[in-house]
């Protein structure tokens, strides 16, 4: 499928992660898309109950004086790496110890993230025109760390964790994966 072409919510929006250490994100995206092409590849961050509210670069619009003009200038500065919290609906053994997912945060490891901006069902998030090819996307990736899980137990609703990811490269896309 092609990216979106028209407004929705991204209610069906998934996150996956590769399963092995990477220490620089590619730069082309058929070597981003070849990191989720095959199932074994990596893993998906299940029972997501929402995603941040912004994703992607920050703006850091800078106001800079000019001798001589009646108004500054304004120009785009380098902005700090947002940090990002998924809150998750808990499932615990998802997060055990002997799990890739806990070993990640507990290493400290490097991966690459791909988030897929969904509004239908993909029948899994491969990169293949039979998984997110079946439906439009558009699929965001960047490096980054899972860095802590914090959980809360509730009497009145399901278990939530909240899961904190560091950025450490730049996001690229969107990029979409086509039928064949």
């Known amino acids: 499928m092609a990216l979106q072409t028209a407004i929705g919510a991204a209610t069906f929006s998934r996150l996956a992660i590769t399963d092995t250490a990477q220490t620089v994100l590619p730069t082309t995206e058929a070597a981003l898309i070849a990191l989720f092409a095959t199932a074994d590849n990596f893993i998906e961050i299940k ?27 304004s120009i785009g500065a380098q902005p700090d790496a947002p940090d990002l919290e998924l809150m998750l609906n808990y499932v615990p053994a998802d997060w055990a110890p002997s799990t890739a997912l806990s070993q990640m945060i507990n290493n400290k490891t490097q991966v690459v993230f791909q988030f897929s901006l969904l509004y ?24 980054g760390r899972l860095e802590s899980l914090q959980f809360g137990p509730s ?14 490269s730049d996001f690229v896309g969107p990029f979409t994966i086509a039928p064949t």
Do not use: C, H
Request: net charge neutral.
């Open 120 to 143: 239908a069902p993909a029948p899994s998030l491969l990169t293949t025109a039979a998984g997110l090819g079946a439906v439009p996307n558009a699929n965001y990736y960047w490096l």
């Open 47 to 73: 029972n997501v109950r929402e995603f941040p509210d912004n994703m992607g670069t920050p703006p850091n619009i800078v106001k800079v004086p000019e001798y001589g003009r009646r108004t500054s200038v």
């Open 155 to 168: 009497l009145s609703d399901a278990n939530q964790a909240t899961v904190a990811i560091s950025i450490q």
